[in-house]
């Protein structure tokens, strides 16, 4: 398994314990709510494999107004030593990122505000190591696309702007990064042509689900419940992890949204 790349090493991460407005939080469906209990016991799940992964994770309470800020990855996004507020789609959760500001100002040197216009959700951004995917969807328009673009390739990204699939919500909902040349993907994401140049393993038919996967440092984060995603990467050489998300997943959360995972490159502060 390869042991670098900025896109996967990480030191530090950002999450917020789960309040008890998450039965309240967004959902396409009409599906049950969450229980609290259970989203808290599988969110310390979450916490402990991240720190087994080599990880600091922070802690932040939780936060009643915001049904959906457990969802942390939504309203910012690290990108080597700049923490970007982002403007998240959902009117419900505009002011999650003013409520991120004081994390972020503490663990990084800079910080900045979404200049331009527009709405961007960090669910559909996705970092490698020198490029930078954007997913226009539901929550993320073309002004917030290009706000974020300039941004990113100011920071030395290769921007590639995609379309994310109108049935899915986030672009990261159908992918997740494998390594510094490899994505794990639904068939539908991959058959849009939005890897090309990229080394692509497919979710097996009916484990779509499990394609919202993290890699963190040697370990790959799966969504527990999908027995030919583990086997496949496990023959892949990933040492793979694998965790229950049922409650996150009843308002269309995955893994990759419960955290901010930052890459320490020498301008976090201690
Ligand atoms: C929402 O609809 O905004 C939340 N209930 C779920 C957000 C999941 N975030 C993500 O996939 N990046």
Do not use: W
Not at 81 to 99: C, M, Q, V
Not at 203 to 223: C, F, Q, Y
């Amino acid at each position: 398994m390869a042991r670098n790349g900025r896109s996967f090493s990480f030191t530090r991460a950002i999450t917020r314990a789960p309040g008890a407005s998450v039965v309240s939080g967004l959902r396409a469906g009409d599906g049950a709510s969450p229980s609290l209990a259970l989203f808290e016991r599988e969110h310390q799940a979450y916490i402990a494999a991240l720190r087994d992964a080599g990880v600091d994770v922070m802690v932040l309470p939780s936060l009643d107004a915001f049904p959906d800020s457990v969802f942390v990855e939504d309203a910012a996004l690290c990108a080597g030593g700049t923490a970007i507020l982002l403007r998240p789609g959902a009117p419900s959760r505009r002011g999650e990122a003013d409520a991120l500001r004081p994390a972020l100002t503490k663990t990084f040197e800079h910080v900045i505000d979404l200049p331009g216009q527009g709405s961007i959700d960090g669910g559909d951004v996705l970092l490698g190591d020198e490029e930078a995917f954007i997913g226009r969807s539901a929550r993320t328009d073309s002004a917030g696309q290009d706000a974020l673009s300039i941004v990113l390739s100011d920071l030395g990204y290769r921007i590639r702007a995609v379309d994310t699939p109108t049935d899915i919500l986030h672009f990261k909902t159908d992918c997740g990064l494998l390594d510094s040349g490899t994505i794990f993907a639904t068939r539908r994401l991959a058959d849009t042509g939005c890897f090309d140049g990229y080394r692509v393993i497919t979710a097996p038919a009916g484990e779509e689900a499990a394609a919202n996967l993290i890699r963190v440092n040697d370990h790959v984060l799966i969504s527990a419940g999908f027995p030919q995603t583990e086997a496949l990467l496990r023959q892949e050489g990933y040492t793979v992890t694998s965790l229950a998300i049922s409650q996150a997943a009843l308002i269309d959360g995955g893994l990759s949204c419960m955290s901010l995972r930052c890459n320490g490159n020498g301008t976090l502060h201690p």
